[in-house]
């Protein structure tokens, strides 16, 4: 049963830094697109940041230059290191696969979620 699990979220001050890990199992997810989601409460899921099977990334422009999102195929995992962290920045954090190439951003270019991780910043 293919399945994404995150770890690593937390209570974290604003300034401070998190790193997340996404681990998957089940198959391979080596040659899918890997990204990161999140989710505040009253909003929508946005997108935060994609990598390439390549390795090619994109972020939101919300946390461009202060998150780096990076994958270990041999590991099946992907991270996203999170710095500089703001409080607008709480939210539960998905990883998800999609099988498309490059980098997408879109939510429904996803098929494969895990169930998140809460990260919460105060001021």
């Known amino acids: 049963q293919e399945q994404l699990v995150e770890s690593g979220g937390g209570l974290v001050q604003a300034g401070g830094s998190l790193r997340l890990s996404c681990a998957a199992s089940?198959?391979?997810?080596?040659?899918?697109?890997m990204g990161w989601f999140r989710q505040a409460p009253g909003w929508e899921r946005e997108f935060v940041a994609t990598i390439s099977w390549r390795g090619t990334t994109y972020y939101a422009d919300s946390v461009k230059g202060r998150f780096i999102i990076s994958r270990d195929n041999a590991k099946n995992t992907v991270y996203l290191q999170m710095n500089s962290l703001k409080p607008e920045d709480t939210a539960v954090y998905y990883c998800?696969?999609?099988?498309?190439?490059?980098?997408?951003?879109?939510?429904?270019?996803?098929?494969?979620w895990g169930q998140g991780t809460q990260v919460t910043v105060s001021s």
């Open positions: 998800a696969a999609s099988p498309e190439g490059g980098v997408p951003a879109g939510r429904s270019l996803y098929d494969y």
């Open positions: 089940g198959r391979t997810f080596s040659t899918d697109a």
